[in-house]
């Protein structure tokens, strides 16, 4: 048997849904789509470009890559109070694209992997304090050490806990050139040089120790050296900039323990100017202030410390031309930003109309 229904005497004439407008409906699709990306960019890929050449030659001026936040896990707004898709500025002006007047506490979903020796990682630059931790600048490098490790470097190498690091496959240093007549920028373009320039009645380039080896067969070189700090030299740009008591360059450094969740380290003499920036900057804590051999924090002298989270170590893979942890200390574990996989595009700023794309890196895995 077959039931039917009754019109109820109550019942109203059925209505068709009123078309939208044509802005509304575009106004929906545009913020549809700026929701997505929004979420898109924060919790799994975002792009970036490489303006500098602190990491060549294993990535370039130029290099557009995709960074990964669900390797290390993305971290939740510290600053919510933003303009979305973008980062310190609004796109093409010098107006702050943010506020912080609210600030939340930071917390990292859970990723895949950890922060591992020889990644390629980008974070916010630590000692960067005119904006909050998860807009300040971003910055590329590979990973030397983790949070535990003890780094140092002996006549250019680097060494973890006593062994020798791996050695990125492109790493480049300085080199002296003595030719018998003057190199066109066009010549070194030859080489992938592309920032040459005069020394000592000759030339100074960052380039491979490979590639110096080529130079140095060539009939007009006459000479080529590596040019590198000698151990003992103590530079006052080098972290922990006491050079009286330190005497580290970028080619001679530590060892240096790298500050790992949990341990608790002694505060004197030795230490505090190795940590005093962490404990002061990096750590949440208020009032901490040192005086002679002493730290206090709040008020209270310490004599020990326990860190509250991990640190890391980077490094340019262009040694000599990468402002790094060498310079400015330890990367805090909640300013990572990502691990950069992918290489997805690639321009070359000398190139010219004919040879702008760099077709050779397009959708390389970073390594």
Known sequence: MKLKFKKSATSTPSR??????????????????????????????EAYVIPTPSMEGSLLVGDYLFVSK??????????????????????????????????????RLPGFSEVKRGDVVVFNFPPEEEHPVDLRTNYIKRCIGVAGDTISIRDMKAYINGEPAPVPEKIQFSYYLQSESAISPKEFLKY?????????????VYTTEATAKTLEALPYIKRVEVIKDTAGYADP?????????????KDNFGPLYIPKKGVTIKLDSATIPLYEMVIRRYEGNEN?????????????????????????FMMGDNRHN??????????????????????WMSSDPNGGVSGKIRWNRIFKIIE
């Open 192 to 204: 992938n040089i592309a920032d040459p320039y005069t020394a000592m009645g000759g030339y100074a």
């Open 288 to 312: 901490v202030e040192v005086q002679g051999n002493t730290l206090t924090i709040g008020g209270k002298p310490q004599t020990q410390y326990t860190f509250k989270q991990n640190y890391y």
């Open 16 to 45: 068709t849904l009123a078309r939208k407008g044509f802005f509304r409906e575009w106004g929906d699709a545009i913020l549809f789509a700026v929701v997505a990306a929004t979420l898109i960019r924060w919790a799994t890929f």
């Open 70 to 107: 669900l390797h290390y896990g993305p971290r939740t707004p510290k600053t919510p109070l933003q303009v979305p898709l973008t980062h310190q500025t609004i796109w093409g002006t010098n107006i702050p694209s943010y506020s912080d007047a609210i600030q939340l506490k930071q917390y």
């Open 322 to 343: 990468s402002a790094d942890s060498r310079y400015w200390g330890f990367v805090p574990e909640d300013h990572i930003v990502g691990k950069a996989v992918l290489i």
């Open 237 to 249: 740009a080098i972290f922990p900039f006491v050079p009286s008591q330190y005497k580290w360059n």
